[in-house]
């Protein structure tokens, strides 16, 4: 009884493997797009725990129409539309150093998604919507940008 709850939300976890923190809401989308059973009003509980230095729970209520709320489809045209990094994209995109003094620091365009950081200024994180036709594609500046601020990292 315990695995046939537990299995509709590793589904999308096998998939895409560790994502640290992400996997918690990978994990709750997941169970919401292949539980064959109508979670609306029950009690959900999702837990993760990171390398013995802390962990999260929290719970929540389903709430009625979830199922028409929940754009299962989208999830998994997204997994199954990934683009496989080869070790030197892997490394040329995870293998850079974050802005210290507010210098301007923009990041590598790979095919993401919807959304991607286009990289920092002046302490701001900017994240630029990428329309699916020019996903992945370099070049023209995005109008579709929004600012955030950014954590200031400490003085060495």
């Given at each position: 009884?315990?695995?046939?709850?537990?299995?509709?939300?590793?589904?999308?976890?096998?998939?895409?493997?560790?994502?640290?923190?992400?996997?918690?809401?990978?994990?709750?989308?997941?169970?919401?797009?292949?539980?064959?059973?109508?979670?609306?009003?029950?009690?959900?509980?999702?837990?993760?725990?990171?390398?013995?230095?802390?962990?999260?729970?929290?719970?929540?209520?389903?709430?009625?129409?979830?199922?028409?709320?929940?754009?299962?489809?989208?999830?998994?045209?997204?997994?199954?539309?990934?683009?496989?990094?080869?070790?030197?994209?892997?490394?040329?995109?995870?293998?850079?150093?974050?802005?210290?003094?507010?210098?301007?620091?923009?990041?590598?365009?790979?095919r993401?998604?919807?959304?991607?950081l286009?990289?920092?200024?002046?302490?701001?994180?900017?994240?630029?919507?990428?329309?699916?036709?020019?996903?992945?594609?370099?070049?023209?500046?995005?109008?579709?940008?929004?600012y955030?601020?950014?954590?200031?990292?400490?003085?060495?």
């Amino acid at each position: 009884e315990l695995q046939d709850q537990i299995e509709p939300s590793l589904a999308y976890n096998r998939i895409n493997g560790n994502a640290y923190t992400a996997s918690l809401y990978i994990g709750l989308i997941s169970l919401l797009d292949h539980r064959e059973l109508d979670l609306t009003n029950q009690r959900v509980g999702i837990f993760s725990y990171g390398s013995g230095c802390m962990g999260a729970f929290f719970g929540g209520q389903i709430l009625p129409g979830y199922r028409e709320a929940v754009p299962s489809r989208v999830h998994q045209t997204l997994l199954r539309d990934r683009k496989r990094l080869d070790i030197e994209e892997y490394e040329s995109f995870y293998n850079h150093s974050l802005p210290v003094h507010g210098e301007t620091f923009h990041t590598p365009r790979y095919r993401t998604g919807a959304f991607r950081l286009a990289g920092i200024e002046n302490h701001q994180r900017i994240y630029e919507r990428v329309p699916v036709a020019d996903a992945g594609a370099s070049g023209a500046e995005n109008p579709h940008r929004a600012y955030a601020a950014a954590p200031v990292a400490p003085h060495l």
